[in-house]
């Protein structure tokens, strides 16, 4: 069936799988209170407030974008929106999709510039248009027929620590690197958090959120890979890689090496896991080392043929257990659920991250 003007919103609601068909998946009653969110490790506050708006009824897919939301606004949280790092012109250049589970609708931007919050504008390609994904210009332009406003999402740290970037990428171009940058708190502060080695961390807010009544949506949204390439665009936006959900089986999502990702169809992957039986933990295990098996290439590997990037995926199922894992230990996850304060856990991991040298 298609989501196209003509139909019917009865026929709609009468395909839309019902909370029995989704108790059905795997036979088991529910096992863990709801609502319930799951979301990348600086998603605590947004976790908090996807289960208050679940809660107070709110569905599901907005309540992770009402969660992610505070994330994209927030300057200190330079991965995401407002703030976000920009790509390597200086520009910034947001990507961001939702999926709700119960109507298996979906909607996306990529390469959206000016517009602070991509989750609101990804959730009105779902409300208000037939297609999916929109990009660059389009999106921009939609954004802007609905209301949102253009800003300038470049920071003044998110311009310095760029300018940084530029200035050392190379030795052999023209722009000359400030020996007192370092001694800037901004830069500083950045060397710190991400370390100053191996200068393209990566960073994103995916959440993953299911109701009371079994229902299901997510969200992911992000600025990218540090210095990206212009117009590059990662597994965040894309439906079935960077999130996927399903209300009769669960949630998923992803954050870090987004070209790993989109490889393995991540998302849509540890929902197809859980669907044949697997914990979300055990579905996010299984499809990284399928990562590991398709990460081929020399210039991807450690010396030890493992990958070098790291990807962290995320899923929680119908019946409200929640699980999340890395390639790389190290990573935690946030979780909130109905009664218990949201909290920050340990990912399960492939490979135990060798400590940094001094
Ligand atoms: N997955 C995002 C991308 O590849 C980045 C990230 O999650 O850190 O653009």
Not at 231 to 237: L, Q
Not at 276 to 301: F, H, I, M, S
């Amino acid at each position: 069936m298609t989501q196209g003007k003509g139909v019917n919103r009865r026929e709609v609601l009468v395909a839309i799988p019902t909370l029995a068909a989704a108790q059905a998946f795997r036979g088991l009653p529910r096992q863990e209170p709801t609502p319930v969110a799951v979301a990348s490790s600086n998603g605590l506050k947004a976790v908090e407030e996807a289960v208050r708006r679940m809660e107070a009824g709110v569905l599901p897919v907005e309540a992770a974008v009402a969660g992610v939301s505070l994330v994209e606004e927030d300057p200190e949280d330079v991965t995401v929106g407002y703030g976000g790092l920009p790509n390597e012109d200086g520009v910034v250049q947001l990507d961001a999709a939702v999926m709700d589970g119960v109507t298996m609708r979906a909607g996306a931007v990529a390469a959206l510039e000016g517009i602070k919050h991509p989750s609101q504008v990804a959730l009105t390609v779902m409300r208000r248009t037939t297609r999916v994904l929109l990009v660059g210009a389009g999106a921009k332009k939609f954004a802007l027929a609905h209301g949102f406003k253009e800003e300038n999402l470049l920071t003044e740290r998110a311009r310095k620590i760029w300018l940084y970037w530029k200035e050392n990428a190379a030795t052999n171009d023209d722009w000359l690197p400030d020996p007192k940058a370092v001694e800037d708190p901004d830069i500083r502060w950045f060397i710190e958090k991400h370390g100053d080695s191996y200068f393209r961390p990566t960073g994103t807010i995916h959440l993953s959120a299911v109701d009371a009544q079994g229902r299901v949506g997510c969200c992911t949204t992000t600025s990218g890979l540090f210095f990206k390439l212009s117009g590059r665009v990662g597994d965040s936006p894309l439906v079935g890689c960077g999130l996927y959900c399903d209300s009769e089986v669960g949630s998923a999502g992803a954050t870090g090496h987004g070209e790993s990702n989109i490889i393995v169809v991540g998302a849509h992957t540890v929902v197809e896991f859980m669907r044949q039986g697997k914990t979300p933990e055990e579905a996010c295990l299984a499809t990284l080392e399928r990562v590991v098996r398709a990460t081929r290439e020399p210039y991807l590997k450690d010396p030890q043929g493992r990958p070098k990037n790291n990807l962290i995926l995320y899923a929680v199922n119908v019946h409200g257990e929640v699980g999340a894992a890395s390639i790389w230990s190290g990573t935690k996850y946030a979780v909130a659920r109905k009664g218990r304060p949201a909290e920050l856990r340990e990912c399960a991991y492939l490979f135990v991250r060798p400590k940094r040298s001094p």
